[in-house]
T-cell receptor, first 115, second 115 residues
Framework: EAEVAQSPRYKITEKSQAVAFWCDPI?????LYWYRQILGQGPELLVQFQDESVVDDSQLPKDRFSAERLKGVDSTLKIQPAELGDSAMYLCASSLNGRRNGGYTFGSGTRLTVV | GESVGLHLPTLSVQEGDNSIINCAYSNSASDYFIWYKQESGKGPQFIIDIRSNMDKRQGQRVTVLLNKTVKHLSLQIAATQPGDSAVYFCAENINSGGGADGLTFGKGTHLIIQP
């Protein structure tokens, strides 16, 4: 079964340092999403890409977060500088046809701890 | 604030019994809903979805009920098994027409199966 690949699985970084996460969506999925999930809460959308273009980044803290999907395939989410409150699970999801048959597939996430 | 929330953070049921997990949503414009299961250390896994033009949908051992009058969603799991232990999230989506179709999640219910 096709999967959304994310790396690294775990990341520990000191505050004020830069950190980056990588996501490789399911082959052929044009839409890619980054979510942040704080422990004990549901995921929150950060950014949505359609191919290489940003469709929605209204919830992305743009002073420190950036996301790119240069060739419309894999994507990188960066935080610089990291703050203690950024400790969370960062989930990537991809979609072929979104609102049909629950067509959003999530990766296993990157667990970020900022110390 | 969040437009989707859950009534109970933890639900404990006996193995073999039926489980009912509830969700309240506040945005009457939401027209697509998904239930996800999330096991520890993993990303959300699709269970079942329902559109606002339906009030019930059944899958394998699961049923989702939608009551638009009171903006309430429920997930029923029949004959609960140990493998059903997880956190369950409802998520909603609005057809904005602009291509943005990210999901809004509630906080989740932790389902615990007692032997």
């Amino acid at each position: 079964e096709a999967e959304v690949a994310q790396s690294p699985r775990y990341k520990i970084t000191e505050k004020s340092q830069a950190v980056a996460f990588w996501c490789d969506p399911i082959s052929g999925h044009a839409t890619l999403y980054w979510y942040r999930q704080i422990l004990g809460q549901g995921p929150e959308l950060l950014v949505q890409f359609q191919d290489e273009s940003v469709v929605d980044d209204s919830q992305l803290p743009k002073d420190r977060f950036s996301a790119e999907r240069l060739k419309g395939v894999d994507s990188t989410l960066k935080i610089q500088p990291a703050e203690l409150g950024d400790s969370a699970m960062y989930l990537c999801a991809s979609s072929l046809n979104g609102r049909r048959n629950g067509g959003y597939t999530f990766g296993s996430g990157t667990r970020l701890t900022v110390v | 604030g969040e437009s989707v929330g859950l009534h109970l953070p933890t639900l404990s049921v006996q193995e073999g019994d039926n489980s009912i997990i509830n969700c309240a949503y506040s945005n009457s414009a939401s027209d697509y809903f998904i239930w996800y299961k999330q096991e520890s250390g993993k990303g959300p896994q699709f269970i079942i979805d329902i559109r606002s033009n339906m009030d019930k949908r059944q899958g394998q051992r699961v049923t989702v009920l939608l009551n638009k009058t009171v903006k309430h969603l429920s997930l029923q799991i029949a004959a609960t098994q140990p493998g059903d232990s997880a956190v369950y999230f409802c998520a909603e989506n609005i057809n904005s027409g602009g291509g943005a179709d990210g999901l809004t999640f509630g906080k989740g219910t932790h389902l615990i199966i007692q032997p």
